[in-house]
C-alpha cells in the first residue's frame, strides 16, 4: 500500500494544531480590531499580471502559476516548448497565479475598489500566501500571513501604532522580542554618501544579510557589486557601529549622512518615531538598527523587523512603508504602511518555548453510551438538550462492547461518560462518570442537564 | 489607467462581507462543535495524483493544476506540445492541483494519518475549494466548503446526527429549507430491476438533472444510454410519483424493487432513518425524493441534499454515505457519512431573504480628532485604555482640518468622537460627541474610559 502523501513544504492541520493557529489567529485579529482596522479578503488565485515584477526576479521565479484551463497551447507553436524557454513560456500557458503576499493584492484591491473605500483605509487580512522556496525548517511552501495596513496617510503616527500593535501582540502571546527599526531613506542616503546611489539595490541587499552571512562576506559582496574600497571602508565602519545607544547612533549617522537630504530626511522620520515611541510604555525593546534593510523593494521610509529574543527562528513579524505601491496600478499620491506577523513561525516559538496555553483545543465534554435504539430514544433528549445549550456532547454511534465505548472516550480524553442500562431507564435515572477520577453515580433524569452543566463550570 | 482586476469567478470580500461570512461559519462551526466534531485543515494544493480520477471525467476536466516550478518542460519532446494533447500533456507539466473539495483530501488525511486518528472519527473542515466551473450567478471557482464527516463507523445514528445538524444550522440561520434523502442502493436495485445495473451511472446521472432539464429530457437522455423503451416506461412511472405521503412511497417502492436484495436493504436503511428523524422535533421537511441522485460517484448509501424554501438557488447543502471512499487510498473497510454546507450560496439566500443580522461588523466604537503631537500626547492614555478594555478605538492619523476629520468618522459610521482643544487640556477634559444625536459634553479626563464603556454598553 503507497500512503498517499502532500506536496512538499505544505501540511495537514489536526486538531490541536487548528486550535493552537486559531489561538494565534484570535489574538492578532483582536488587536488588529481594538485598533479600528477592518478585515478584508482577496482571492487566492490572483492575474499574473498582477503579480509579476513585484517581488523582483527572484520574487517572480517563487510564484506558483496555475494552468490554463482546457486547451493551453493554443496557437503556440511546438518549438516553443523548449527547455531554456521554460520561464517566458510558463507565462503564456498560464495566467493566473497565487498569491505571494498579502501587501501587493491589497495595492491592487485598492485601486480596484478605490471608489468604495475611506481614506485613511485601515485593513488588516488573514490568509495563506505561497512560494515555491526550498522547504526547509520554519519555511515552508503554503504559509499564513497576518497582516495590518493604513493607507492614504503619510503621519508617522501610523508607524508609531504598528508598533504598538507588535509590542502588545507579543506581550499578549508572551513572546519576548526585539522591534529594530531603519528607515530606507537612509539607506538611500548612505547609497548617496557612498557615491553611488544607483547602487542602492546592490548595497541593501547585501547588508541585509549581514546576520545570515557574517560581515565579512558582506564585504565581499560591496566588492563585487562594484563598490570601490574607500566606499567599503566607509560603509564598514557604519556597520561595525552597533553596540552604542540610539541617540549615539543617531549624531554618528547625522554626521555620516551630512549633505544628503533624503538621508537627513530619513533621520528626521526615524527620530520623530522614536520620540513617540518614548512618550508610551513599551513592553519590548526598540532598536535603530542601521544595517536593517528588508527584502521588498517597495518600501521607501520606515521598515521594521521583529527577532524572537529567546528563539532562533529568524523574523517573526516585520514591515514597512510604501510610497507608491498603488502607483503601480495607476493610483498615485497614496501612501501606505503596514506590518505582517509570520503566524507559522510564531506558531513554532511558541511551540518550542512550550507558551501556548493548555485546554485550547473545543473538546467533547461528555459522551452518551449507547445499548441499542430504544436506549438512544431514552437518552437523545438530554444529549440534544446539552448541545443546545452549548456543550461539546456525543454518543457512541455503534452498539459496540461497552469496554470499546470506554476506551474511545478515554482515547479522546472526553472528561465525563453517561450509561443508562435498563436499571436507569426504569428508575427514570441516568449514570454519570468522571473518567479522570473514576467516580459515578446516578442522577435522576430530569436533574440530569443542570448536574452536568454545573460540574463542568466547577471544573 | 487600466483598473487592475481579478481572475472570473474569483471575489473580494470588503469588511462588511467578511462579517457576514464569518457569521455563518461561526454558526455552523459552533453546531459541529457542539455535536463532538473537531477541526482539521488540509493544504490548498494536493497532489495531483490524489485528485484524478476522484470526481469524474467532467471534475479532472475542472480541476485547476499548478504548474511545476523551475523548468517544467524537461525532457519532454516539443512534439508532445499539441493542442489534441492538452490534457495528457497537463498532467506532465503539473504535478499539483487545487483542492476541488474536502472529502478527497480528507480521505486522503485519514489514510496518511490514520496511526494517530482515534475512531470513530468525528472532524470538521472549513475552507475554500476551486473549480474551473463557468462561473455564473452563485456559482464561484473559488468558494467555501464546511464538511462534517463521521469515519469508521456504519451506524444509521451517523445520518441522523448530521440530519440534525442540518436542520439546527439552517433554523438558527432562519432559512426555511426542505432536507431531502434518497440511499444510493435503492438506486442501485432500479437499476438491477430494470435489468441493466451496469447503468447505474448512466441512469443517476440522467435522474440528477430531472429538476433542471425536466422529464421529457431526462427521458431522452435515458434512451440515449440504451435503456429499452419497457425499462424507461417503467422508470417513468416512478419518477412520476412524487406526491404520496412518506409510508406509502416506501411501501410501492418495495413493491418495485421486489426480488432486488440491494435495493431492499437500501429501502431498510431510509426506513430506518426516517424512523430516528420521528424520535425528533425537526423543525425542517424531511422528504424520500427517489429521483434524488447527487452527481458524485463515491456514495454508497443514504443521500441528503438541502434545499431553500424560499429562494431560487439550487442545493445549499448536501451529503451522504461512502463505504470505500479511503479505499483508493489504500485503506479498505472503513465507512464514513458527511455533509457539506455550501457557504456562498447560503450567503446569498440570506441576503435575498434579508436574514443577515444587523450590525454583524466590528467597527471603531470611538475616534480622537488629532490637533497635533501636544495633543495626541495628552489623548493616548485614553486611547490605549479603551483599546486594553476591547473597545476598538483609533485617532485621526494626520492633523487634518477638523471638518475632514468628523467627515471620516461619518463616514465609517463610527458612533463616538472625541475631542481635547487647548481649553480641554487646561481643565483636564474631554469632549465627547454622539455622532447620531450631535450631542457633545465634556468629561473629566479621569472618568473618561468608564464613561465611554458605560454609554456604548447602554446603546
Not at 495537514?12 to 488588529?32: K, L, S, W
Not at 557574517?214 to 571602508?233: C, T
Not at 527584502?295 to 507608491?324: M, Q
Request: overall charge neutral; glycine content about 8%.
Amino acid at each position: 500500500m503507497t500512503i498517499p502523501s502532500i506536496p512538499k513544504g505544505t501540511r495537514d492541520f489536526g486538531p490541536n494544531e487548528v486550535a493552537r493557529r486559531n489561538y494565534i489567529f484570535n489574538t492578532i485579529r483582536q488587536v488588529f480590531e481594538n485598533y479600528g482596522f477592518l478585515p478584508i479578503e482577496t482571492p487566492a488565485m490572483e492575474n499574473l499580471s498582477t503579480l509579476l515584477g513585484k517581488y523582483g526576479e527572484e520574487g517572480d521565479k517563487l510564484l506558483f502559476k496555475v494552468l490554463n484551463s482546457g486547451d493551453f497551447i493554443g496557437d503556440l507553436p511546438a518549438s516553443a516548448f523548449i527547455s531554456s524557454n521554460a520561464s517566458a513560456l510558463a507565462n503564456k500557458i498560464c495566467e493566473k497565479g497565487l498569491r505571494y503576499d498579502l501587501t501587493v493584492p491589497f495595492a491592487r484591491f485598492v485601486v480596484q475598489h478605490r471608489n468604495e473605500i475611506i481614506f485613511p483605509f485601515r485593513r488588516y487580512q488573514i490568509q495563506p500566501v505561497w512560494r515555491a522556496d526550498r522547504p526547509q525548517k520554519g519555511r515552508y511552501r503554503e504559509f499564513y500571513q497576518c497582516d495590518a495596513d493604513i493607507i492614504g496617510s503619510d503621519s508617522l503616527l501610523n508607524e508609531y501604532e504598528l508598533i504598538q500593535i507588535l509590542d502588545e501582540v507579543f506581550s499578549q502571546l508572551q513572546i519576548r522580542v526585539k522591534i529594530k527599526i531603519n528607515n530606507r531613506k537612509i539607506l538611500a542616503g548612505i547609497s548617496e554618501q557612498l557615491g553611488c546611489p544607483e547602487k542602492i539595490t546592490g548595497i541593501t541587499t547585501a547588508i541585509d544579510k549581514i546576520e545570515k552571512i557574517g560581515l565579512d562576506n558582506v564585504i565581499s559582496e560591496l566588492h563585487e557589486i562594484g563598490l570601490s574600497k574607500a566606499a567599503v571602508d566607509r560603509l564598514q565602519k557604519l556597520l561595525q557601529f552597533t553596540q552604542q545607544s540610539t541617540d549615539e547612533k543617531i549624531s554618528y549617522m547625522r554626521q555620516w549622512l551630512d549633505g544628503s537630504e533624503l538621508g537627513n530626511k530619513g533621520l528626521l522620520e526615524l527620530e520623530t518615531l522614536l520620540g513617540y515611541v518614548q512618550w508610551d510604555n513599551i513592553n519590548n525593546i526598540i532598536e535603530f538598527d542601521v544595517s536593517l534593510a528588508r527584502g521588498l523593494n517597495y518600501y521607501t521610509g520606515t521598515i521594521i523587523e521583529v527577532k524572537a529574543l529567546d528563539a532562533e527562528v529568524g523574523s517573526i513579524a516585520g514591515g514597512g512603508r510604501y510610497d507608491n505601491l498603488t502607483g503601480i496600478f495607476g493610483l498615485a499620491g497614496v501612501s501606505g504602511v503596514g506590518i505582517s506577523f509570520g503566524a507559522d513561525r510564531i506558531y513554532d516559538v511558541l511551540l518550542q518555548l512550550d507558551k501556548f496555553p493548555q485546554a485550547l483545543q473545543q473538546n467533547t465534554k461528555i459522551m452518551f453510551v449507547n445499548f441499542g435504539d430504544s436506549n438512544v430514544k431514552y437518552l437523545l433528549p438530554y444529549l440534544k438538550e446539552l448541545r443546545k445549550r452549548g456543550i461539546a456532547s456525543e454518543i457512541y454511534p455503534d452498539v459496540a462492547k461497552i469496554k470499546k465505548q470506554f476506551s474511545y472516550a478515554n482515547a479522546r480524553n472526553i472528561p465525563y461518560v453517561a450509561v443508562a442500562g435498563e436499571e436507569e431507564i426504569t428508575k427514570n435515572e441516568i449514570v454519570l462518570k468522571n473518567m479522570s477520577s473514576g467516580n459515578q453515580y446516578a442522577i435522576g433524569k430530569d436533574k440530569f442537564v443542570e448536574h452536568v452543566i454545573n460540574i463542568l463550570k466547577q471544573s
